[in-house]
Each structure stands twice: as structure tokens, then as C-alpha cells.
């Protein structure tokens, strides 16, 4: 068994190790792939040291296969091809108690608080783990994680079929926002500013503008001067969070899937003239993993376009180094049945 370790510094070490066999209610899963997400980038880039520490496995984007499976565990076999919800809750707080685990008051997210996926062999809770399917390429299940928070923002936004969305910011995750709400039957345009990814949202088929060079009463007449039904600010600065609620339609809603680390403003006029509601959404349920499998398992998110690299686990560091430049950048990690 080896593992790759953040050291600290945008550094990692491999190191051999001793797979964790599985305790009751755990398995053992034989990690395949694991995608290089944005948040394992700004762990790499030094920006979470307090909270990872200088010597964690990171990675949560991960597709494996079933190795051990701990005592009384009879839903999963040795084998299946499986992926893992990375959320560890206390099922104890108000939000455990109301049902929402999956933004527990003292949620632990595996692959930051403890140890994650860029290790040949990860051992997990057994109730994390879902099944991909046989037929599935485990590849494309590395996906898996990234989709289904693009589900759960767009349940969250109750898009509905021939509602009118905005998603501004085509990131990895905004473009899976985008495919999903296009999915359910919603008219999805694209605001983007880099050339690269406005490109590549234009092969996907959808309408693409610049807010930096289109107003936003010109992208107002794209909706017959209405609105847009949903807005989904995807890209965490100012500029996107004024448009995003410039651009709401009477009763509009504005779902916010970007992680804004310090205070944007908003203009709050604007959500009393219009009766526009503000929607936060983080990480997903167990529903949303269900709908991810689904969706890639039958083509509507098209993997092999947004994989734009694959790399072995020795050059971690060049992957790293390189993450940026492409949608998703995808490690191997070990075996790959
Ligand atoms: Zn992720
Ligand atoms: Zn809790």
C-alpha cells in the first residue's frame, strides 16, 4: 500500500504503508482514481495548513473497488465498484436532528479532517459508501463527488423545465451545474470570463457571454426582458454576486455555490423589489449521489470531456502543478480493473 502525503509547502511524500483493515460497520475499499478537486488546490497552495495539518492524505474525488469488508456488513460486497460521500457527521447537533447531516454543526469532511483517497487503500465508514454499477468506467466514477454537488445546487434551486438559468462562473463545478439544470429541461446560458472556458461552454451548446463586455441589461433581453428564474453564482467574487441578483427575475431565485471567504455585499433593495430569495447550498445527500451515478452512468454528463488529464500517483506533484490549466485533472491510484 502507498499513500501520498500534503507535507506542507505545495509539497507531497509517498510513502509505503499498512492498509487499515476494516473495523465493524467499515470497509476497506482499493482506490482506483481520485480527482484533484478545488479544494484539495487550495490545500496544495497552503491555504488550509491549520486545518489539514503538514502531514494528511488529502482527496475526496475518488472511485475504487470493494476490498475487505468489516464485521456486519452485508450490503456491499468484495469486488463492487464503489464510491464514497466524504461527510462524517455527529448525528447529535440540531441540524443532525432535523435531518440535515449533510451540514452538521461539527461535519467532517474525509480527505481534510481525516485522512482521504490519494492512498492505495482508504478504510470508511461502510454507510458512505455507494455503489457505481458494474458497467460503469471507474474513471468516470472519480466524477461522481463533483456531480452530485452540481445535483444538490440545482435541487436547491428547484430548477424546473423551461425556467430560465444563469450560471455564472464555468468552473468545474459551474459546468456541471449547468449540464444538470440543462438536464432537467431548463434554458441554461453561461457568463464567463475566461476565453478557455467560454469555449468550451459554446462545444457544450450553450449561449455564452461575457459579463466583463455585456451588460446586464442586455443579458436581461436574452430572457425577453423577465429575468432569469434561477441564477447560480458559481464564482465567488463581487462582480458575479452583483450580477447574479441583477439579473434575478421577479421571484427569482439566486443559489450560492461559491465559497466566499470574506463578506460580499449584496444589494438587499433589490431582493425586496423583486421578492428574489437567497439559497445556500453545500455538498449534497445521499439523493444526490443516487442522481450523479445515474447521470453519468448514462452519458448526460459527458466524462471524457471534462477529464482533461489523467496522471499517476508518483507525479501527484506535477498534477498539482498543472490542475489548473484543464477542467479535471484525475489521479491514478491504483489498480484500475
Ligand atoms: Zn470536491
Ligand atoms: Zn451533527
Not at 465567488?236 to 450560492?256: E, I, S, W
Not at 445527500?285 to 452519458?299: K, S, T, V, Y
Request: glycine letters at 12%; a negative charge.
Amino acid at each position: 500500500m502507498r499513500a501520498a502525503y500534503y507535507i506542507g509547502n505545495k509539497n507531497f511524500q509517498i510513502e509505503p504503508g499498512n492498509a487499515v483493515p476494516p473495523g465493524a460497520g467499515e470497509v476497506r475499499i482499493d482506490v482506483a482514481y481520485c480527482g484533484i478537486c478545488g479544494t484539495d488546490l487550495h490545500v496544495y497552495h497552503g491555504a488550509m495548513d491549520r486545518r489539514v495539518g503538514d502531514h494528511r492524505i488529502i482527496g475526496h474525488e475518488m472511485s475504487g473497488v470493494v476490498g475487505a469488508l468489516g464485521d456486519g456488513i452485508t450490503s456491499l460486497a468484495v469486488g463492487e465498484r464503489v464510491v464514497v460521500r466524504p461527510l462524517g457527521s455527529c448525528g447529535e447537533c440540531p441540524a443532525c436532528k432535523a435531518g440535515h447531516d449533510h451540514i452538521c454543526h461539527k461535519l467532517k469532511f474525509l480527505g481534510l479532517d481525516s485522512d482521504g483517497a490519494m492512498q492505495t487503500s482508504w478504510t470508511v465508514p461502510a454507510a458512505l459508501v455507494h455503489r457505481v454499477g458494474p458497467s460503469m468506467d471507474l474513471r468516470h466514477a472519480a466524477l461522481v463527488e463533483p456531480v452530485a454537488v452540481a445535483c444538490h445546487d440545482v435541487r436547491r434551486g428547484r430548477v424546473s423545465p423551461g425556467e430560465d438559468v444563469l450560471v455564472v462562473g464555468f468552473g468545474p463545478i459551474g459546468m456541471l451545474v449547468a449540464l444538470v439544470a440543462r438536464h432537467t429541461g431548463a434554458n441554461v446560458r453561461v457568463a464567463e470570463v475566461n476565453e478557455d472556458r467560454s469555449r468550451i461552454a459554446a462545444t457544450l451548446g450553450f449561449p455564452v457571454c461575457n459579463p466583463q463586455t455585456t451588460s446586464s441589461e442586455a443579458l436581461l433581453e436574452t430572457t425577453g426582458g423577465k429575468g432569469f428564474d434561477v441564477v447560480f453564482e458559481v464564482a465567488g467574487v463581487q462582480q458575479a454576486t452583483d450580477l447574479a441578483v441583477a439579473v434575478a427575475a421577479a421571484r427569482g431565485r439566486v443559489v450560492m455555490v461559491a465559497i466566499h471567504s470574506k463578506p460580499a455585499q449584496i444589494d438587499l433593495f433589490r431582493f425586496f423589489w423583486r421578492e428574489v430569495e437567497l439559497i445556500g447550498a453545500r455538498v449534497y445527500r445521499p439523493e444526490d449521489f443516487d442522481e450523479a451515478i445515474h447521470l453519468l452512468g448514462d452519458g448526460t454528463i459527458p466524462a471524457n470531456l471534462i477529464i482533461t488529464e489523467t496522471v499517476d500517483l508518483d507525479y501527484i506533484a506535477d498534477a498539482f502543478a498543472g490542475a489548473h490549466k484543464g477542467m479535471k485533472t484525475i489521479l491514478a491510484i491504483g489498480e484500475q480493473s
